[in-house]
DNA sequence: CGCGATTGCCCAAACGTTTGGGCCAAACGT
DNA sequence: ACGTTTGGCCCAAACGTTTGGGCAATCGCG
């Protein structure tokens, strides 16, 4: 038992078994439609083909690519799979990826600039016919030089120094949370804004703090602090907004998984999420819904961002010009936010 | 401008330039310690190494793959990375995996048996030296399957059929939930057991079903419902679980995102959690400490699983046994199950 | 000084494909 | 009957490595 590694099956022996040059196998297996057709009769053909799939002949990738210089991968890069909103985009782009014949290589980088720098090179290395960044920080320098190498790649989640990008209109969004806040009455608010370098927490940021500079109530500086997109970072942001003076009434933080640690620190700073306090995130992961306090949200389209992200570089690679992309987000009224549906649900079943 | 994609460099390039032979070169550039002691004067090791950084070689990956019939890639499939249990242990593996030299190639099967089948052959197809599955199926047919052909991999999170797995000790974890809950008193509990097809909710049940039988109170059949991994499913299971009679005093779900979906459907029926109603979830993902009711959990070392799953697919590829692991995990007692911490919560700041 | 060992390097084949070109026979046109 | 096309296939070179072997010069040693 334990059969032993059987060699794998190749052309030639496709082609030693039936008589033929590896070429006219190659030919009849993977040549494209218009140009194959005098590549053997139709008798061969059909020979060949049912051969091939006896055997259970599979294109050996390394000779393939050493031979044609293209690889048929590309390389994506995220600040951290666990996180699940670039999990999700992910997601969107192996799905992309597998329908277009290519596979993908992913690798998170902590959105440590040494480690983009040393992952990119080792997937370049890899010999990747491009890239997908999901961790593009605004400060494009690295990206510019990556471009300036003739290397294709697009953007996605995170935009930057004008490269070819596909994300969520995140400045709108930003907007919608604020029409939304405004509607409701408040007039202190407070952004727990995300990494400094992502465009993500920028644009969302920046739209809000537009919108109610528009409404008459523009946002002191130490009304807006940053941290990192996870439930620790919500949390850390939120103490500092805390520590600072008299409480906002309404606090939007830009991503729901930090939304998550801010309702932490809430809660141990004894106030009740939508009672006491608002809280708005970003994204609607699965989550926010099923919260205590369900979760005033702005929905973002990750897995079709992902999809989209891969098929502008199948653009890319095929010569022509990528365009960015800006994908609607949509605003996702909930109890965290809206004090009608807070009494609903206090008073009992919501449905 | 735009710079057109140089060809990279190759071993002849540099032989060329310093009018070595290619394979020379080779020798100087990759030859282990101990073989490559005779293949140059050590000037010429030093003219050869110092071309090769200047510029910038790259081993060709598929040329030395061709040849070697290694091809240093590792492929891992998984349910979903939006799962953050999975992206976690793959954070791990990838970790592991660069320390080695290895990359890795991981997949999403969505749990799906037709999925898993087509993308391990396609996993396979990219020439993978060996696979990481985490989404093993506990009917093990599939795995039996690739064992046959000889295939080199190990399980990580779940664990079937006998085959190399480093798994949490599930059943452990189980029993400690169990242990906690019978200490506070709770005799009518019901548990959201997860997908039936896995070792991990299978394993974690059956520790919690041991201990309560072996205190008296074994757990009635309608108490123990199957459910998705994720909060929808937790929220399913869960809905199901009060559609039927007096509802129970606890509920063990057996992971964290199902729990806070477990959470949601409470608040839907008017239960508060900590105080009506015990929640006990598993793997304490960063979000349990962070919930309003901060969430009892059993903490599962889930990256050092994936590290040390990639550790012993290592070994396979040495030529060596793999070893099962078997994980301590470690039960952490918040408000979700403790009155006291509940009092102490709701009387103001926790700390 | 002669002989075996060592040093430093080169040679060539192989890994499995792809692809431009060529060759022969049959079919076709006039 | 004789050139021309076309169908059906083969040839061979390349892609960039790795690796077992070989060969000449030098060295050590008695």
Redesign the interface.
């Known amino acids: ?6 060699r ?1 099956v190749t052309l030639q022996m496709i082609a030693d078994q039936l008589g033929l040059h590896v070429s006219t196998v190659s030919r009849v297996l993977h040549a494209k439609p218009g140009e194959g057709l005098r590549a053997a009769s139709s008798p061969t053909v059909e020979r060949v083909r049912r051969l091939a799939d006896e055997l259970g002949y ?6 393939m ?2 031979r044609t210089q293209r ?1 048929n991968l590309i390389g994506v890069l995220v600040p ?3 996180d ?1 909103v670039l ?2 985009i ?2 969107g782009v ?1 799905e992309a990826a ?1 329908e277009h014949g290519l ?1 993908t ?4 980088t902590r959105d440590v600039p040494e480690v983009q720098r040393a992952r990119t090179e ?1 997937v ?4 990747v016919d491009g890239l997908i960044f999901g961790d593009a920080h605004s400060d494009s320098v690295f990206l510019d030089e990556v471009a ?4 294709p790649f697009v953007l996605v989640n995170r935009r930057a120094g004008g490269h070819p990008a596909v994300v969520c209109d995140d400045y709108l969004g930003g907007r919608l949370v604020a029409d939304h806040l405004l509607e409701q009455g408040h007039e202190d608010v407070a952004v727990v804004a995300g990494e400094p370098y992502a465009s993500t927490g920028i644009d969302r940021t920046g739209g809000f703090a537009d919108r109610f500079r528009e409404a008459g109530l523009p946002i002191p500086a130490h009304r807006i602090v940053h941290s990192r997109f ?3 970072g ?2 850390a942001g939120t103490e500092r907004l805390l520590a600072t003076g008299p409480r906002p009434s309404a606090v939007f933080v830009v991503n729901d ?1 930090g939304a ?2 801010t ?2 620190a809430l ?4 106030l009740r ?1 939508g009672a006491d306090i608002a809280v708005v995130g970003f994204n609607d992961t ?2 926010a ?6 979760l005033t949200t702005v929905r973002s389209p990750m897995r079709e961002m992902g999809r989209r992200g891969l098929r502008q570089l199948v653009r890319v690679l095929a010569g022509e010009q990528a365009e960015s992309e800006l994908l609607r987000p949509e605003l996702i009224v909930r109890a965290s936010s809206d004090p009608a549906l807070y009494e609903r ?1 206090k008073a ?4």
């Open positions: 038992m334990g059969a032993k590694k059987a794998p599979q294109r050996n990738p390394h000779a690519s050493l690889s951290r799979l666990s699940m999990a999700t992910y997601e192996e597998a596979s290589f992913v690798t998170n080792m370049l290395g890899r010999r300036a190498r003739g290397v996870d439930a620790q919500g949390r998984f998550i640690g309702i932490g809660r141990d700073h004894g999420v699965p989550l819904a099923e919260l205590p306090v369900p649900l009992g079943t919501v449905g």
